[in-house]
């Protein structure tokens, strides 16, 4: 065990120390930081209905009806009405036979991996997958090899070299680069190769395609065997929780062998409920994805004339990159400053030199917001 102090006190130096904002109101564009309003470029709400009255309004009626807590686990006496129909209107949403709510995203990646990975299959990764996917591998008992960023190529050759059976596991719309992976090709390496393939859209789901069906719906495709595919409610649903979704044995596998379904409280119903509500508003309201594009287009279209870097990303992640932690700190101040909120995103959460603001949009930010933003990063940019 390393002494604690001594530990902190290196992470400070390196300019790698975590500190958490206390937040005042709401989640939204602005928020109450320290006394201050603050514009925020940062969170995951990316349509804006994380405060969305009818959102607000299907959780407390939710919490009249079903009470504040599901009091157990789903297998016990936890799953209710509201969780039962959720799932159906979410299999439903994403065309595949059924889906299974989870508590977060997270635990449904833990528990995917845990039920379905035995100690003699493979898994096979994205280096730059999501922790929580790296976090499920590592729980099983299968051998972990990591392939480099989005390359087919040399998975394919991985994939030739075993006899073994399991799993490859992929961000679909990857969490701080806001690339997309090559679902179609990876696809056709799972069937070819029999193993599943584990899709994490937690940021496409509700954001790309035209009815807001995610990655796959982006791209043409729909998610069915081999593919199983997990999203979360918490970001563009501004909810909370995860869902698994694929074929019916899928499903009932997960009930009865996942052990972050079946050894934890239940989501509360009405959260539940609140879901049911988010999820109306994503499939009939598509004009907040077309914004979207629309103020992703204005912010790359400034920031390519103002020479910052950007990532290749399409989504409403628009990573601005320093390379080193204590220059993306330093234009974290400087937006703060201005009374923006983009806090830096540093090594272990990105490789090593990348360190970076992470810039994310909202379907409510107006387009003063974003020249704002970009007036002050032009500030930043030469500190
Ligand atoms: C946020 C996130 C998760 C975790 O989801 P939670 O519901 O917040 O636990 C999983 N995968 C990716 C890619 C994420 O960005």
């Not at 030739?160 to 990857?174: P, S």
């Amino acid at each position: 065990m390393k002494i604690l102090e001594q530990e902190l006190a290196r992470r400070r130096a390196q300019h790698l120390y975590r500190e958490r904002l206390v937040l005042d109101s709401a989640p939204g564009v602005e928020v109450r930081v320290d006394g201050e309003t603050l514009l925020s470029f940062c969170s995951n709400d990316y349509l804006g209905l994380a405060n969305h009255p009818d959102v607000v309004a299907a959780f407390r009626a939710g919490a009249e009806r079903y009470g504040v807590g599901a009091g157990a686990s789903h297998l016990v006496s936890g799953h209710s009405r509201a969780h039962h129909v959720l799932e159906e209107e979410l299999a439903d949403f994403v065309g595949a036979e059924r889906a299974l709510l989870f508590s977060t995203g997270y635990m449904a990646n833990l528990g995917v991996a845990s039920a379905l990975m035995e100690r003699h299959d493979v898994i096979f990764e994205d280096r730059l997958n999501h922790a929580s996917l790296i976090d499920a591998a590592r729980l099983t008992r299968a051998k972990v090899s990591r392939y480099p960023h989005a390359d087919t190529a040399r998975l394919a050759e991985m994939l030739a070299c075993t006899q073994k059976l399991g799993m490859i596991m992929t961000d679909a719309v990857f969490s701080m680069d806001g690339d997309m992976a090559p679902l179609a090709e990876l696809v056709c390496l799972a069937s070819k190769h029999g193993m599943r393939l584990l899709a994490d859209d937690a940021h496409g789901i509700g954001v790309l395609g035209k009815n807001g069906r995610g990655s796959f719906e982006h791209l043409g495709m729909t998610p069915a065997p081999p593919t199983i595919l997990m999203a979360t409610l918490g970001k563009a649903f501004g909810v909370f929780g995860a869902f698994v979704a694929g074929e019916a044995a899928l499903i009932e596998t997960l009930i009865q062998r996942a052990r972050t379904y079946i050894y934890t409280t239940a989501l509360p119903p009405a959260v539940a409920e609140a879901t049911r509500a988010s999820l109306r508003i994503v499939r009939a309201e598509s004009w907040r994805r077309e914004r979207l594009r629309a103020l992703v287009a204005r912010f790359r279209a400034g920031a390519e004339k103002l020479g910052l870097v950007l990532m290749d990303s399409a989504t409403p992640i628009q990573p601005v990159i320093f390379g080193a932690s204590e220059k993306a700190l330093e234009a974290s101040r400087r937006l703060r400053e201005h009374g923006i909120l983009v806090p830096a995103i540093r090594p272990p959460t990105v490789p090593e030199g990348s360190a970076r603001l992470r810039v994310t949009f909202s379907a409510v930010h107006q387009e003063a917001q974003v020249d704002r933003l970009l007036e002050a990063l032009a500030t930043a940019k030469t500190a």
